[in-house]
T-cell receptor
Framework: AQTVTQSQPEMSVQEAETVTLSCTYD???????LFWYKQPPSRQMILVIR??????QNATENRFSVNFQKAAKSFSLKISDSQLGDTAMYFC???????????????FGKGITLSVRP | NAGVTQTPKFQVLKTGQSMTLQCAQD?????MYWYRQDPGMGLRLIYY?????TTDKGEVPNGYNVSRLNKREFSLRLESAAPSQTSVYFC?????WGQGGNQPQHFGDGTRLSIL
């Protein structure tokens, strides 16, 4: 079974600064996908960024980038130029890659609450 | 774009009452999911349906039943609600592997359910 660990329950960052959110996971699979989801106070779950395990290049989406260390099973999210609208809970998630549709379960970490200070 | 639509958004029940949470998606996705979110626990999978006509248990299925009514709709039923089922419930959907691998899951806005 896969596990996803987010050990920091809360973090705070000054507006315009950079912050890194940590995530580690445990799996015996070699082919999988990792995601970061954002949940603002509105409760919506918004996909921030996605990483395929077979890709060595770290994914980036505008101000969001990841540091994917496959051997260390680490998947951290870096937010540059933090904005007030980044205040939210952030979830790291894992899914095993499959061609058949079996075991399509997405495993979430417990989340980290990020507060951006003005 | 509607995406994933859940109804209702809020509900209060008494212990022992039953109710069905509705979920519909308009993205032609094959897979649909039901999660519950509790403080400090993240999202936990209740049931999922990898494709129309199939359903499987997730991590916390006890006390729930599901129905994949058609490709668009996936409902979650609480037969006899208990206070431990007080939670926020999310429905999600994703494209199949035939559409280019594991597609990210798209989530509805959630249902806040309180059981008294």
């Amino acid at each position: 079974a896969q596990t996803v660990t987010q050990s920091q329950p809360e973090m705070s960052v000054q507006e315009a600064e950079t912050v890194t959110l940590s995530c580690t996971y445990d799996t015996s699979e070699n082919n999988y996908y990792l995601f970061w989801y954002k949940q603002p106070p509105s409760r919506q779950m918004i996909l921030v960024i996605r990483q395929e395990a077979y890709k060595q290049q770290n994914a980036t989406e505008n101000r969001f980038s990841v540091n994917f260390q496959k051997a260390a099973k680490s998947f951290s999210l870096k937010i540059s130029d933090s904005q007030l609208g980044d205040t939210a809970m952030y979830f790291c998630a894992f899914i095993r890659a499959s061609n058949t549709g079996a075991n399509s379960k997405l495993t979430f970490g417990k989340g980290i609450t990020l507060s951006v200070r003005p | 774009n509607a995406g994933v639509t859940q109804t209702p958004k809020f509900q209060v029940l008494k212990t022992g009452q039953s109710m069905t949470l509705q979920c519909a998606q308009d993205m032609n996705h094959n897979s649909m999911y039901w999660y519950r979110q509790d403080p400090g626990m993240g999202l936990r999978l209740i049931y999922y349906s990898a494709s129309e006509g199939t359903t499987d248990k997730g991590e916390v299925p006890n006390g729930y039943n599901v129905s994949r009514l058609n490709k668009r709709e996936f409902s979650l039923r609480l037969e006899s609600a208990a206070p431990s089922q007080t939670s926020v419930y999310f429905c999600a959907s994703s494209g199949s592997w035939g559409q280019g691998g594991n597609q990210p899951q798209h989530f509805g806005d959630g249902t806040r359910l309180s059981i008294l």
